[in-house]
């Protein structure tokens, strides 16, 4: 292996050990920090235990299970992905968006459509047990948002490679039963995700709807470029949304950072948030300070 100017660092929202892990070790064998990162949320998009990223995400009201992604690299290049039915690594299809088409974003038909001339494997997302699910919240009909749920929600990934250029991927099924059409932060950059490789990168997980609000990455990103550390930035982001909706308990809004020094932060408005961090070889799970002690 060669060697390394800088030491290779991966975080990511929640306790995705594995999905970590394989970023951590894609880092420590060379690979550059925008294909780590797809790496690691690629093992969440393919885990259909987790019920808010990729096959086995839970579905629309309809029933439809579509994903979102984006990806952003150290030149400032991103893609993103919208609405993408029966296509599970949407992380990597953002990247050949950002790769090999002139747009930053391509939603629905035409996202699979370009799935399909890329050759991604077309496959069916809604598994057993997320149908299963499914009839029985249709038994009630339910719409709201459920804080926490387990170690399973948005995966958003900031990687740190051997060069110490820094980016990034965030990947999400969206908010369980939602409207059918509707996009949450993930796959905007700014929002779900943004990277700037003179200072740092963000990822956001949680209510999409308050994140895009406040661009929260973008927030964290500037606030790093003013001379905040990455922990002092992520709660002031965090702050930002409770400040200005009074609302704030009734849902869940995380961010996780890292800037260009490697230093890193997370916060959280209700506690049960975590963040994993891959650095000098150890995968470790970092549990999260919140604003809401309770």
């Known amino acids: 292996m060669k060697s390394m100017k800088y030491d290779p660092i991966a975080i990511c929202t929640w306790g995705f050990v594995s999905a970590n892990a394989a970023a951590g070790k894609a880092l420590a064998s060379g690979m550059t920090a925008l294909d780590a990162a797809i790496v690691g949320v690629a093992v969440e998009e393919e885990d259909i235990r987790n019920t808010t990223v990729g096959k086995g995400g839970a579905p629309d009201r309809e029933g439809n299970v579509t994903l979102d992604a984006s990806v952003m690299d150290q030149y400032g290049n991103c893609g993103a992905v919208v609405c993408v039915e029966n296509y599970t690594n949407v992380a990597a299809l953002a990247k050949k968006v950002m790769t090999e088409t002139p747009h930053v974003m391509l939603a629905g038909e035409g996202a699979q459509e370009f799935a399909e001339k890329q050759g991604f494997k077309k496959e069916e997302l809604f598994t057993e047990n997320s149908k299963k699910e499914y009839r029985e919240w249709l038994k009630t009909a339910e719409y709201k948002p459920i804080i926490n749920i387990e170690n399973h929600d948005t995966i958003g990934m900031i990687c740190r490679d051997g060069n110490g250029d820094i980016s990034g991927a965030c990947t999400t099924s969206g908010l369980s039963y939602k409207m059918k059409g509707r996009v949450g932060d993930s796959?905007?950059?700014?929002?779900?995700?943004?990277?700037?490789?003179?200072?740092?990168?963000?990822?956001?997980?949680?209510?999409?709807?308050?994140?895009?609000?406040?661009?929260?990455?973008?927030?964290?990103?500037?606030?790093?470029?003013?001379?905040?550390?990455?922990?002092?930035?992520?709660?002031?982001?965090?702050?930002?949304?409770?400040?200005?909706?009074?609302?704030?308990?009734?849902?869940?809004?995380?961010?996780?950072?890292?800037?260009?020094?490697?230093?890193?932060?997370?916060?959280?408005?209700?506690?049960?948030?975590?963040?994993?961090?891959?650095?000098?070889?150890?995968?470790?799970?970092?549990?999260?300070?919140?604003?809401?002690?309770?």
């Open 187 to 294: 796959p905007i950059i700014g929002a779900g995700l943004f990277i700037d490789n003179e200072v740092g990168g963000a990822a956001a997980t949680g209510m999409g709807e308050e994140i895009m609000k406040s661009v929260g990455s973008f927030l964290i990103v500037e606030l790093m470029r003013n001379g905040m550390s990455p922990q002092d930035a992520c709660e002031e982001a965090v702050m930002r949304t409770i400040r200005k909706n009074p609302g704030f308990k009734d849902f869940q809004v995380a961010y996780v950072a890292m800037n260009k020094k490697g230093e890193t932060g997370s916060y959280c408005i209700h506690k049960g948030f975590a963040m994993m961090e891959y650095r000098d070889g150890v995968n470790s799970r970092i549990d999260t300070a919140s604003y809401l002690k309770d």
